[in-house]
């Protein structure tokens, strides 16, 4: 099986993907509501001849190539969804839908989806096996990959591998990051509330304040980390949201706390979780409050394969050879392609996208975030690469 040159295919199909993206762009739609978004997917995979399926999660797309020779199945995996955020680029693509914007370059992960389809697809005479395309909705933390293993996505046929990137901002151009073992971090969001007793705030000796509980709890917290993670491994707990009182004079009945934990191993998660009801409860009850502790949204560790990570490594050898390759990166943000990693081995990679010169490195998730389009044909070339050595 001859090997193709996919940079020279995804720089020749550039205007293609920069147009989609700039197309989806213009066009951010939430998750679960990716319904144009979609039906753009799902109309050039079909005009290329593929088996797709709709409506799969709600509005996530699945398509099937299927090689001229014998081989396994890998499934790759793109999301759709945008972020209600509103944009401040002034691009002329800029987000056309008041309060929606794409800040985490899924409309670029999306239309290097397409692109990837077209390359295999134009080399499927000398293609193995059989590609799974998987256009996810909802994966800014509504559970789409969960919903489309639910609804059988990893069957019909299973994939023996997975495969899924991220266009990355925190990293420049001619960076990439694939690395084996954890690359992002499990997460859970919990919400506290601190049930104390109101009174007047001239008149604490008669209350139990639950706003100087929360301090307390905000302060001690931060121990369960730095006193209970070995220092090898890594742990986040971040109190990001906090609600109490009503006016100036007057001790609220309660306090409303939510935030996040982040971890890569599970008995690092184990030790979190436990340690931070310990200290929640036991610092509230001290300052005379009673705490209700909810868990909820548990994304999984996302797990790179290291055999699999070794053949995205030598894709990237092949089509971006000049590229700086960090193979020990990892992030503590969250991903619920883990979900699908966990049924299927694979390899999470990143693709650096940022360009200081050109002030396109505003961070993920910010209202000016955008990114060096020059990226998309390299981290097309990398995905299709991959999928050759993996099927291979």
């Not at 998750?31 to 050039?44: H, K």
């Not at 890998?74 to 999301?79: A, I, K, Q, T, Y």
């Not at 985490?104 to 999306?110: E, R, V, Y």
């Not at 390899?347 to 990226?375: I, M, Q, T, W």
Request: proline residues 7%.
């Amino acid at each position: 099986m001859t090997n193709p040159d996919f940079l020279s295919a995804a720089q020749d199909l550039f205007p293609y993907t920069r147009d989609l993206r700039r197309d989806f762009h213009m066009h951010p739609e939430l998750g679960f509501r990716e319904v144009r978004t979609a039906g753009i997917v799902a109309r050039e995979l079909r005009a290329l001849g593929l088996e797709v399926s709709t409506g799969v999660a709600e509005t996530g797309v699945v398509a099937l190539l299927e090689g001229a020779h014998p081989g396994p199945t890998v499934l790759v995996r793109f999301d759709m969804d945008a972020l209600p955020v509103t944009e401040e680029t002034g691009a002329p693509y800029a987000s056309q839908t008041e309060g929606l914007m794409h800040a985490c370059g899924h409309d670029g992960h999306t239309a290097i989806g397409l692109t990837v389809a077209r390359m295999l697809h134009a080399r499927r005479a000398d293609l193995r096996g059989t590609v799974k395309f998987v256009f996810q909705p909802a994966e800014e933390g509504l559970g789409g990959a969960a919903r489309m293993v639910a609804e059988g996505v990893l069957e019909n046929p299973r994939p023996r591998h997975t495969l899924a990137l991220h266009l990355w901002n925190s990293a420049p151009l001619g960076w990439l990051g694939v690395a084996p073992g954890p690359v992002m971090a499990a997460a859970e969001f919990f919400r506290l509330r601190l049930r104390g007793r109101g009174g007047h705030g001239a008149i604490p000796d008669a209350a139990a304040d639950p706003i100087v509980a929360a301090a307390q709890v905000v302060s001690a917290l931060q121990s369960v980390v730095s006193r209970n993670v070995p220092p090898r491994e890594t742990a986040v707990v971040s109190v990001t949201h906090i609600r109490a009182g009503e006016t100036f004079n007057v001790i609220p009945p309660d306090a409303l706390l939510e935030g996040t934990i982040r971890t890569f191993q599970p008995e690092v998660r184990e030790t979190v979780l436990r340690r931070f009801r310990e200290v929640v409860e036991g610092v509230s009850a001290a300052m005379g409050c009673r705490a209700e502790i909810e868990f909820m949204d548990y994304t999984p560790a996302v797990v790179n394969d290291p055999a699999v990570t070794a053949l995205v490594r030598q894709a990237a050898a092949k089509v971006l050879p000049e590229s700086h390759v960090e193979s020990e990166y990892a992030t503590m943000g969250s991903e619920d392609m883990a979900f699908m990693m966990q049924e299927v081995p694979g390899c999470y990679f990143f693709v650096g996208s940022a360009n200081p010169e050109k002030g396109l490195d505003a961070p993920h998730h910010h209202p000016r975030f955008d990114f060096d389009e020059r990226v998309l044909p390299r981290a097309a070339a990398l995905m299709a690469q991959a999928v050759w050595e993996v099927v291979g």
